[in-house]
């Protein structure tokens, strides 16, 4: 089980990272541009705040858990992450934009099952 953790902490932070990165890389212009609409509804310092909570998050699961210091952040990491994705859910169906909202929820539960096997399955 430890591994299969391994790899779903790998791969969402993998996802997050990329997200995060992008959003704190590129105006918010660009992103709307790209066809991330919803950046529309919010400020450009909200966006960069989003991609910051992304990329600290996506250090989060991973990190702690490699160097053994206060490991108990990989859970709360995923945790952070996974209420990430609720918000993301209800941005995305308050605009219609329902095949996000699948993206989310594999996210949602991808972070989860770290959540409760970081915390009660498979603790450091």
């Known amino acids: 089980m430890d591994v ?3 790899i ?3 791969v969402l932070a993998l996802a997050f990272l990329a997200a995060g990165a992008m959003k704190l890389a590129q105006p918010k212009e660009k992103l709307a541009a790209s066809g991330m609409g919803w950046v529309d509804d919010f ?3 909200a966006v960069k705040a989003i991609g910051l909570a992304e990329v600290l998050g996506a250090v989060g699961l991973v990190l702690p858990g490699l160097t053994g210091v206060a490991p108990v952040l990989v859970p709360l990491a995923a945790l952070g992450l996974a209420l990430t994705m609720v918000g993301a859910a209800v941005v995305h169906l308050r605009r219609g934009e329902q095949q996000m909202v699948g993206v989310n929820a594999v996210l949602l539960v991808l972070a989860l099952v770290v959540v409760v096997g970081r915390f009660w399955v498979e603790p450091f």
Request: proline letters at 0%.
């Open 43 to 45: 400020s450009a310092g």
């Open 4 to 6: 299969v953790l391994w």
């Open 8 to 10: 779903v902490a790998g």
